[in-house]
């Protein structure tokens, strides 16, 4: 219906494909706005991904992905010595940030 509202019927866009475009662009420049390096760049890429597919692969209602995206977040921070995680390379402020983000 909204490709008829806005005259898009001729042309051949996948609508599927503009949004996931759209949603890890946005998810790369804030990246990049927050100067992460390159290891914290695929990180987010990572924890943008893994979102996404809670929401379509496990169909996760908003609040048990934020409760899963804080289980992935609950390691940083943390020393070599205790439990560590993969995402380490991000600082308790960058990780406070990213959860704010998929807020």
Partial sequence: MLEVFLNFTRLKTSWRKAVLIDYYS???LWA???????IQLSGFMELLNFVLENISDKHMTLGDNLKE?????????????????DL????????????????
């Fill in 26 to 28: 946005a998810g790369f």
């Fill in 32 to 38: 990049k706005q927050m100067n992460f390096s390159l």
């Fill in 69 to 85: 995206l804080e289980r992935a977040m609950s390691e940083i921070g943390e020393t070599d010595s205790e439990q560590g995680g």
């Fill in 88 to 103: 380490n390379f991000f600082s308790i402020e960058q990780g406070k940030a990213i959860i704010d983000y998929f807020i």
